[in-house]
């Protein structure tokens, strides 16, 4: 069984930088085919795929946030980790790790992290 753990700071402040980490257990992060996403849902809307990191270390960032956003991998952990800067107070959301077969599947989510965005 897949299990997925987001960790982060909790509030962050405008113009920081937001990193948060996903610790995955019951399967390693460079199992074949595995796409490892990162989701947030803001107040009130609906979930905004961030992008994702393949098992081979490939990426892909949602056009609106790929020039603030990165991801890594850290196969000794066993997690991967998001970083968005120069973060707003739009960027409050709950934020989910998952894990799917596919660039549009996310059969193993966490449990999520709620970051608010204020000074």
């Known amino acids: 069984q897949v299990q997925l753990q987001e960790s982060g700071p909790g509030l962050v402040k405008p113009s920081q930088t937001l990193s948060l980490t996903c610790s995955v257990s019951?399967?390693?992060?460079?199992?074949?085919?595995?796409?490892w996403s990162w989701i947030r849902q803001p107040p009130g809307k609906d979930l905004e795929l961030i992008g994702y990191?393949?098992?081979?270390?490939?990426?892909y960032y949602s056009p609106s946030l790929e020039s603030r956003t990165s991801f890594s991998g850290d196969t000794t952990k066993n997690e991967f980790t998001l970083q968005m800067r120069s973060v707003i107070p739009e960027d409050t959301a709950v934020y989910y790790c998952?894990?799917?077969?596919?660039?549009?599947?996310?059969?193993?989510w966490g449990q999520g992290t709620h970051v608010p965005v204020s000074s």
């Open positions: 998952t894990r799917g077969y596919t660039a549009d599947s996310f059969k193993w």
């Open positions: 019951g399967a390693s992060i460079t199992t074949n085919s595995a796409y």
């Open positions: 990191i393949t098992d081979r270390g490939g990426t």
